[in-house]
């Protein structure tokens, strides 16, 4: 069965303080790993796709990272405007489109 | 601008009371998912259509329904609402293409509260 997994559940961090998020998952046949932000009562807002180990995408102040059993969400210098909740989801195959997410990591940026 | 849209933001409805909550899209996507995502937990699959195709996940529960008139409306209905089921219900679409899909875009999400 398809899983993904999220630690830590949350993170504290200063502002300034870089860190990492991970994602590891147990697919069948990889077809695409998603990161997504949420921010409170809201929809989670898309930010990567990452199709295949050793492949990289940056948008900021983040940067995700994919290997064969595991993703990381690198966090570089946040500000007190990255704190939301980060989920990651995989898409496996012969599943139809299916989008399994991961319990999420709510982060939080203190000024 | 807006791509998903759900409709209403916020519904509240009395126990066992049915409700329908819309989805539409303007992406011209052929995938589109139903979530139920609650307080500090991972969004629940709990359908979806990929072009007409409905999958329904395992644990549904059949008080939840699915209806999906053309591409671009979606709409979930909850036959007896019981307390447990309050909570956000998100609308997704992606663009799918046998291989893999295209990433999934999310509506603002129906909060729901059953009094």
């Known amino acids: 069965e398809d899983q993904v997994t999220q630690s830590p559940e949350a993170l504290r961090l200063q502002e300034g303080e870089s860190s990492s998020l991970n994602c590891s998952y147990t697919?069948?046949?990889?077809?695409?790993l998603f990161w997504y932000r949420q921010d409170p009562g809201k929809g989670p807002e898309f930010l990567f796709t990452?199709?295949?180990a050793g492949e990289e995408k940056e948008k900021e102040r983040l940067k995700a990272t994919l290997t064969k059993k595991e993703s990381f969400l690198h966090i570089t210098a946040p500000k007190p405007e990255d704190s939301a909740t980060y989920l990651c989801?995989?898409?496996?195959?012969?599943?139809?489109?299916?989008?399994?997410f991961g319990q999420g990591t709510e982060l939080s940026v203190k000024p | 601008d807006a791509m998903v849209i759900q409709n209403p933001r916020y519904q509240v409805t009395q126990f066992g009371k049915p409700v329908t909550l819309s989805c539409s899209q303007t992406?011209?996507?052929?995938?589109m998912y139903w979530y139920q995502q609650k307080s500090s937990q991972a969004p629940k699959l709990l359908f979806h259509?990929?072009?007409?195709?409905?999958?329904n996940e395992a644990d549904t529960p059949d008080n939840f329904q699915s209806r999906r008139p053309n591409t671009s409306f979606c709409f979930l209905d909850i036959r007896s609402p019981g307390l447990g089921d309050a909570a956000m219900y998100l609308c997704?679409?992606?663009f799918g293409q046998g291989f893999g899909n295209t990433e999934a875009f999310f509506g603002q999400g129906t909060r729901l509260t059953v009094v």
């Open positions: 997704a679409t992606s």
């Open positions: 989801a995989v898409q496996g195959g012969n599943q139809g489109g299916k989008l399994i």
């Open positions: 992406l011209n996507h052929n995938v």
């Open positions: 990452l199709y295949s």
């Open positions: 259509y990929y072009d007409k195709d409905f999958n």
């Open positions: 697919v069948s046949g990889l077809r695409g």
